[in-house]
């Protein structure tokens, strides 16, 4: 018998800026059929020669264009426009066509919650994407975390993944990952992603680390403070932030640590500061340009523990950050310090987010990524346990299970084509109770969960070898 193929799932996007772009390019990898309306005809011209998807002109609330695309046989709408009312209109109208799910992003953290005026059950929408509340929360959760390095709790919280930049001095430093493993032997863990250059890598055994590296380890969570002491990352909590750009996301990250962490946040825009005075009662606003070295040394960066760059300008972020980690370093090693400061980058462009993490952000985020990603994890709820992006690479983490005859039950993995191609790695699979990192010669079994690394592109292929 011949298995019958599967009928993509059908989604309609509104809006074909950043995030209805990005996600049309990723749903698009994964052979979802996409319908977009877009009005300007600029951003259609652009899309109709990049993707691979139905283009419609016209207005998100003109009905006629609804229905040429054939708004009926919709499995999902996602409601992505620059208008907050147009998007929340959007969800009550695919209501009424019968578009079973709906996302709508909004800007205004006024709908949607209970007690709110109008709740998400009034305007019929299943998900909120809030693109600036997302990334202001992801920064203060780094913040929060004891190395202020990027770490990931996966299954819940039994794997996690951390992120470390190498340096010269690093143990890891100009070593292949097959001698690191076999050196380290005690400790059960895997270098699964390298950001070097724009480039993410899916490393293999004789893929070598080198400095300025920034590299995604994977280990159970008992054994991850024992690597932290290895690769020299200093656990404590951040606890004297500056941030650059006093706009919607440096405004809402000061004012959700400004009662728990000392705070300075500089503001080229006179007016914006002076608002911000106002607003932040417990954060010290400073008026100036903060990509100049002097105001930022007068500012007192040296003091800081970690800066971050949230103005709306990808160089600005970038080059601040890299001359506020030579300056806050420098000052260190005059200081005889062993503590480093880091630095965060707000990346409004996904090409950058690679070399913002490898030049000199230790962390680079994007809004429109996480926005994507937030969409992307409700899209594929029920077929996949859990999907992570990992900010500064273009890698994913999912957590799969394999389904019984599936391509990766029917040979060990180091025989699979795949995974030997280099842009797919099995990190864990939970077998008898408990988490195991996977080899070569691991053979996954039949409803087994598993973790899998993968550039970003490849995920309709993770799909594939566990017959989803």
């Known amino acids: 018998m011949f298995e019958k193929t599967k009928i993509p799932e059908k989604i309609l996007i509104l809006g074909l800026g950043g995030v209805g772009y990005y996600l049309a390019k990723r749903l698009l990898y994964e052979e979802y059929a996409i319908t977009v309306i877009e009005s300007d005809p600029e951003r259609l011209r652009f899309a109709d020669n990049t993707i691979d998807a139905r283009l419609i002109q016209g207005n998100a609330m003109d009905i006629s264009c609804w229905q040429e695309a054939d708004a009926t046989t919709i499995d999902c709408l996602i409601a992505v426009t620059n208008n907050d009312a147009v998007n929340m209109m959007a969800a009550m109208i695919a209501d009424k066509f019968g578009i079973n799910r709906k996302i709508a992003r909004v800007r205004s953290l006024e709908f949607g919650k209970k007690g ?17 509340e997302l990334t202001a929360q992801e920064i203060v959760r780094l913040i929060k975390l004891r190395a202020a390095n990027e770490i990931i709790d996966i299954a819940k919280g039994q794997i996690q993944l951390m992120a470390n930049r190498i340096h010269d001095q690093s143990p890891f430093a ?5 001698e690191i493993a076999m050196e380290h032997s005690e400790y059960a863990f895997r270098i699964v992603a390298i950001a070097r250059g724009i480039t993410t890598i899916i490393p293999g055994g004789e893929d070598e680390i080198l400095p300025q590296d920034q590299i995604f380890i994977m280990a159970g969570s008992e054994t991850l403070p024992h ?14 932030i500056m941030i650059l750009g006093g706009g919607l996301i440096g ?8 009662k728990s962490v000392e705070v300075k946040l500089i503001e080229q825009d006179s007016f914006r500061a002076q608002e911000l005075v106002q607003l932040l009662k417990h954060t010290e606003i ?61 990346v409004n462009k996904e090409d950058y987010l690679v070399l913002a993490s490898t030049i000199g952000a230790d962390l680079a985020l994007n809004k429109k990524v ?15 346990i859990s999907v992570v992006h990992m900010h500064g690479f273009d890698a994913e983490v999912v957590e799969i299970v394999a389904a019984p005859g599936s391509p990766i039950t029917k040979k060990p993995l180091a025989k699979i084509a795949h995974l030997a191609a280099g842009s797919i790695l099995i990190g864990s699979v939970h077998r008898q109770g408990e988490w195991r990192i996977a080899v070569g010669s691991t053979h996954i079994r039949a409803h087994e969960r ?7 592109p490849q995920l309709k292929e993770v799909r594939k070898m566990f017959k989803i």
Do not use: W, Y
Request: aromatic content about 2%; glycine content about 6%; some cysteine.
């Open 116 to 132: 709110s005026i109008l709740t998400a059950e009034d305007l019929k929408i299943d998900l909120f994407i809030h693109p600036e």
């Open 174 to 178: 100009h070593k292949k990952l097959k």
């Open 227 to 240: 690597l932290m002491k290895l690769a020299g990352v200093e656990q404590h909590h951040r606890q004297r």
């Open 251 to 258: 405004h809402r990250v000061a004012e959700l640590l400004e």
């Open 286 to 346: 400073l008026h100036g340009d903060g990509s100049n070295s002097d105001v930022l040394t007068s500012a007192g960066l040296h003091e800081m523990d970690t800066f971050i760059t949230a103005t709306g300008e990808n160089e600005t972020n970038i080059l601040s950050c890299l001359l506020a980690k030579n300056l806050m370093n420098n000052e260190r090693k005059n200081r005889t310090s062993t503590k480093t400061g880091k630095t965060i980058a707000l």
């Open 370 to 384: 996480m926005a994507g990603n937030e969409i992307l994890k409700f899209i594929r709820r029920s077929e996949l």
């Open 450 to 456: 598993v973790i899998v690394i993968c550039l970003s």
